[in-house]
């Protein structure tokens, strides 16, 4: 298997553009997770999925955030407008629904000048 | 609430050498489960070892091993024959069956000196 895939890899936008991350989760694994990653706060999760249906979103920072799924194999997280602060690392991860260990992707560095 | 923390920001060890990293946490369940991830400088998140709380037995692979104490709620990881490429952020987590959430400690730097 390939692991979970991530893209881009590397992301510079300017501030006020709409920036979408993209993610295509392990095949089988019912579980999808992002996570972003920041010096000032390490890591944090987001939202996360269990079988294409979004369970907790209590980690979105605001309303300029949003994630979708919209089948087993691929899932989006879009900001829009995006601002400097939202500069960090955003990780994907997945796993099956009978093991907790989750699999992590290479992560996105969105950098938002 | 669940914490994970992890009290050392940075440790170094010689090549060769053993290293222990420290990790309490807190959590009022009985069913949980508790992980390391490395990540080293290309920063992708690479699970080292799990540990399942109702077991008694700490986990074990290869060069890295845990002490589980579930009293003290202290879950440590000890890695042997230190190797270069072990040089990573080493990050402590408590999977909470309740919410179904990872919840990661600070993590700590762990540098191989040769």
């Known amino acids: 298997d390939a692991g979970v895939i991530q893209s881009p890899r590397h992301e510079v936008t300017e501030m006020g553009q709409e920036v979408t991350l993209r993610c295509k989760p392990i095949s089988g694994h019912d579980y999808l997770f992002w996570y972003r990653q920041t010096m000032m706060r390490g890591l944090e999760l987001l939202i996360y999925f269990n079988n294409n249906v979004p369970i907790d979103d209590s980690g979105m920072p605001e309303d300029r955030f949003s994630a979708k799924m919209p089948n087993a194999s691929f899932s989006t997280l879009k900001i829009q407008p995006s601002e400097p602060r939202d500069s960090a690392v955003y990780f994907c991860a997945s796993r099956p629904g009978h093991n907790y260990e989750q699999y992590f992707g290479p992560g996105t560095r969105l950098t938002v000048t | 609430a669940q914490t994970v923390t992890q009290s050392q920001p940075e440790m170094s060890v010689q090549e060769a050498e053993t290293v222990t990293l420290s990790c309490t946490y807190d959590t009022s369940e009985n069913n949980y489960y508790l992980f390391w991830y490395k990540q080293p400088p290309s920063r992708q998140m690479i699970l080292v070892i799990r540990q399942e709380a109702y077991k008694q ?53 762990l540098q191989v000196k040769p």
Do not use: P
């Open chain 2, 57 to 109: 037995q700490n986990a074990t692979e290869n060069r890295f091993s845990v002490n589980f104490q579930k009293a003290a709620k202290s879950f440590s990881l000890k890695i042997s024959d230190s190797q270069l490429g072990d040089t990573a952020m080493y990050f402590c987590a408590l999977y909470s069956s309740n919410t179904g959430k990872l919840i990661f400690g600070q993590g700590t730097t």
